[in-house]
């Protein structure tokens, strides 16, 4: 799923990253707990988050993550924006709840999701 | 690269928003070495999960890195105050943090696990008001 179709199915804002939108997502893991993340083996996934600290930037960078949506209207700091952009993450934003914003990228297609052995 | 190559970082215990800094910036000399990226991922993921335990749990510590032709070695120290049971330590879902931490997203008690997941070789050595030593090996192929 291109990311700048996970935008319109969330009506999302973008944050930063703007150019990068044509991106594809392959799946997706939404999560507070980074270790849940970290715990989490894929290629090319989405982060949906309602936790905002620098650590959530640092945890995508480590998984290889190329999109990170804030859920509840959460809005990035501007480290944390800075470290996104050195890592060329793209950061949306949506009023979506995270368990509504899971639901509408998952019924649209958005499925795999796999933890390690 | 048969010599090895090092790298050390200290890990400062005071501040979380900089925690996982050395981690990072390890996995920009992974990338500059070519590693592929699948070992670059094991590598960054369990020293990460160390690093923020050594900033959560032990007040910061040391992390060496080690890259041979064989394998990446990780080696994290620090002076904190030791883990009583390691056994108890490495389950999925036990935890000493405390709430605080939880809001921060990190307490789930899945650090050690990650750890040993992504790593194939893992050693804990540590002593209870001392500190603990952690050495965690990625192979390369
Ligand atoms: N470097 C350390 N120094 C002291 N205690 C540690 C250290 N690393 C881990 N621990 C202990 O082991 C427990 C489990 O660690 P971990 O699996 O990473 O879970 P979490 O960090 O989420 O609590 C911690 O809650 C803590 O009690
Ligand atoms: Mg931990």
Redesign the interface.
């Known amino acids: 799923m291109k990311i700048s179709t996970i935008k319109e199915l969330l009506d999302a804002n973008t944050v930063c990253g703007e150019e990068q939108l044509s991106r594809h997502v392959y799946s997706a893991c939404g999560s507070d707990m980074m270790s849940d993340v970290l715990a989490y083996v894929k290629d090319q996934a989405v982060l949906l988050t309602g936790l905002v600290n620098s650590q959530v930037i640092r945890t995508a960078e480590m998984m290889d993550m190329n999109c990170i949506v804030f859920v509840r209207s959460k809005v990035p700091t501007a480290e944390m924006i800075e470290l996104a952009k050195e890592s060329g993450i793209v950061l949306l934003t949506t009023s979506k709840r995270l368990y509504e914003a899971c639901g509408i990228l998952y019924s649209n297609g958005l499925i795999g999701n796999r933890v390690k052995d | 690269m048969s010599e090895g190559l090092t790298f050390h970082f200290n890990v400062d215990g005071e501040d979380?928003?900089?925690?996982?800094q050395a981690?990072?910036m390890m996995?920009k000399n992974l990338r500059q070495l070519g590693l592929p990226?699948e070992i670059i991922?094991r590598v960054?993921?369990a020293m990460?999960?160390g690093e923020?335990n050594m900033v959560i749990h032990a007040g910061g510590g040391v992390a060496d890195v080690n890259v041979t032709e064989n394998y990446v070695e990780i080696i994290l120290t620090d002076s904190g105050p030791g883990i009583k049971d390691i056994e108890q330590a490495m389950q999925e879902g036990f935890s000493t943090a405390t709430d605080s931490i939880?809001s921060?997203?990190?307490g789930?008690?899945?650090?050690l696990?990650?750890m040993k997941?992504y790593s194939d070789y893992m050693h804990i050595d540590s002593e209870v008001g001392k500190g603990t030593t952690i050495t965690m090996r990625v192979n390369i192929n």
């Open positions: 979380f928003t900089s925690a996982g981690s990072v996995k990226p991922r960054s993921v990460y999960e923020i939880r921060l997203g990190f789930a008690g899945m650090g696990p990650n997941r």
